[in-house]
């Protein structure tokens, strides 16, 4: 994308999606976390790390709030004066949303953050100036800052480690901002393989590494679009609709019996994960 | 009279001359030595020229490697480019698979240099020319597919719209800037999705790319389609 395709096309990579006149097609990529099935053991963030890169930042620095941790695990305890209270935790994966009007996109002044046909909020790394605007603007907080080049950081790599890094995924360097990507290499290569064989990306082609890695299989992540995929089944079944801020089933006055939901709807982010409420009381 | 004025509006004109050439030249020319990347020397000379480039005009029928060359296709090496990311650097297996049956260069210097390697059991340690950042991601395939196979162009044309034209080289040198303006530069056009003799891959003749291609043809009656153009297309 150079710069006069950029400004000549500002109103396209500026638009709401998503819109009528530029449906996905034939791609959106989109996810659902069963809750009531995640145990919270991380094995999703372990593999992200592996996956994407990511460094571990050390105790200190996550303390300074420095942690990048693209998927993380957040916790919530139900306090009702029960006897173990370890066994109110619930939890939930939280990454980012993909959103699909991404309040991210539209503060960042060098476009270093835009839209993707196939409905994903994509970073580039080389445009980003560090102005931290967007993860300021992003009201599920989980964009990451480099504040150290960790790529020179012998605590994080040292010399033998750098072998594990995974080669199809950037190592980000200070000053730039990342986030979860939906494991957009693996998206690639499975679209690169289907375009030769004439056909789009099959269902369970691609699996990110959070959902190749979660033991109770929580997470299905797939094609919006594809009527076969089990994401687009799981959508239609909780009747979450990607392109509304007020679901249909939430307008009737007794509630919906569904569990499907997405965090910060009614702020019209129109984000592509869906949530499925945990209905366990709890693990014992 | 005005005899002083003689140079200067020389001058002046074969400057606007040579600007609104090089203005109207679609793609910049490369005068600069870092755009050209530095000058890589190779454990073994490798002569593109001799495998690659043309036979000789004036005896199409003699094959012999010092009158001509004995044009190869650039895949028979780089076998890996029409079905993966990378091109790849042929095997020395690959080399000595045709020079052991070659004995009449057998003892040029050149050669007698790969046979130590073959002889060590090592492989010849080539070094990378086209070397684009780490951020980028490139597929040779994709781009066989779409000039090779879609649009039937020649091997050599398609594999040269970036690597220049390797045939008349010895050693491999960098012609093109492979900046990401000079990438977006071919990306932005419009390129036919098929021509005659092509073979069309399914449904998806065209990469869906921000803007969709028109599924009609335009007034030259071709289908054309731009290049992908969001970011992540090419920036990991």
């Known amino acids: 994308m150079s710069v006069s395709n950029l400004l000549e096309n500002w109103s396209q990579f500026r638009h709401t999606h998503p ?23 991380n094995a999703c963030s372990i593999a992200c790390y592996a996956e994407n890169n990511i460094p571990v930042v050390g105790k200190e620095r996550f303390q300074h709030g420095q942690q990048m941790h693209w998927m993380r695990i957040e916790r919530y305890w139900d306090e009702d004066g029960r006897e173990f209270a370890d066994q109110g935790a619930q939890f939930l994966p939280m990454m980012c949303q993909q959103c699909e009007a991404a309040p991210c996109e539209t503060v960042c002044p060098v476009a270093a953050t835009n839209h993707t046909a196939d409905g994903l909020n994509s970073q580039v790394y080389n445009r980003c100036v560090g102005s931290r605007y967007c993860s300021a603007n992003c009201p599920f907080k989980v964009r990451y800052f480099n504040w ?21 995924v950037t190592v980000r360097s200070k000053g730039v901002m990342e986030k979860c990507t939906f494991c957009v290499q693996r998206l690639t290569a499975a679209k690169s393989v289907a375009k030769s064989e004439g056909r789009i990306v099959r269902e369970g082609e691609v699996q990110t590494a959070c959902q190749q890695s979660c033991p109770t299989g929580a997470i299905s992540f797939g094609n919006l679009v594809n009527p076969e995929s089990r994401v687009h089944k799981q959508w239609q079944a909780q009747q979450v609709e990607i392109d509304k801020d007020k679901q249909t089933k939430d307008e009737k006055e007794e509630g919906s019996e569904l569990r499907g939901y997405r965090i910060f709807e009614d702020m019209r982010p129109y984000p592509s994960v869906m949530y499925l409420e945990r209905v366990r009381e709890s693990a014992v | 009279m005005y005899r002083f004025l003689r140079l200067p509006i020389l001058l002046v004109g074969l400057f606007m001359a040579v600007s609104s050439y090089a203005a109207n030249d679609p793609q910049p020319t490369l005068t600069t030595e870092d755009s050209l990347g530095p000058e890589i020397q190779q454990p073994i000379e490798f002569p593109h020229n001799r495998h690659a480039g043309l036979r000789n005009p004036n005896d199409p029928t003699n094959s012999d490697p010092l009158k001509g060359g004995m ?39 050149r050669i007698v240099e790969l046979f130590k390697y073959w002889d060590a059991k090592k492989p010849v340690p080539w070094k990378k020319v086209h070397d684009l950042p780490d951020f980028v991601r490139f597929n040779h395939e994709r781009h066989i597919k779409r000039f090779v196979e879609q649009q039937n162009r020649p091997t050599q044309e398609a594999c040269g719209y970036c690597h220049g034209d390797v ?20 990306h932005e056009k419009a390129h036919p999705v098929t021509a005659a003799g092509g073979t069309p891959v399914g449904d998806q003749a065209y990469w869906y790319s921000f803007q969709k291609p028109a599924a009609k043809p335009d007034a030259s009656g071709v289908v054309k389609a731009q290049g992908p153009n969001d970011c992540w297309q090419c920036h990991k």
């Open chain 1, 19 to 41: 819109v009528d006149d530029k449906p996905h097609d034939p791609y959106k990529w989109a996810m659902s976390i069963d809750l009531d099935a995640c145990t919270g053991c």
């Open chain 1, 148 to 168: 150290y080049d960790y790529p020179t950081d012998d605590a994080v790599w040292p010399a033998e480690m750098s072998q594990q890094l995974n080669p199809d």
């Open chain 2, 71 to 109: 044009e190869i296709d650039c895949q028979y090496c780089h076998t890996y480019a029409r079905r993966s990311a990378v091109a790849g650097i042929p095997p020395l297996q690959k080399c000595i698979g045709c020079h052991q049956n070659i004995e009449s260069v057998r003892n040029k210097p």
């Open chain 2, 167 to 186: 045939k008349s080289m010895t050693v491999a040198r960098r012609q093109k800037t492979l900046s990401m303006g000079w990438c977006a530069s071919c």
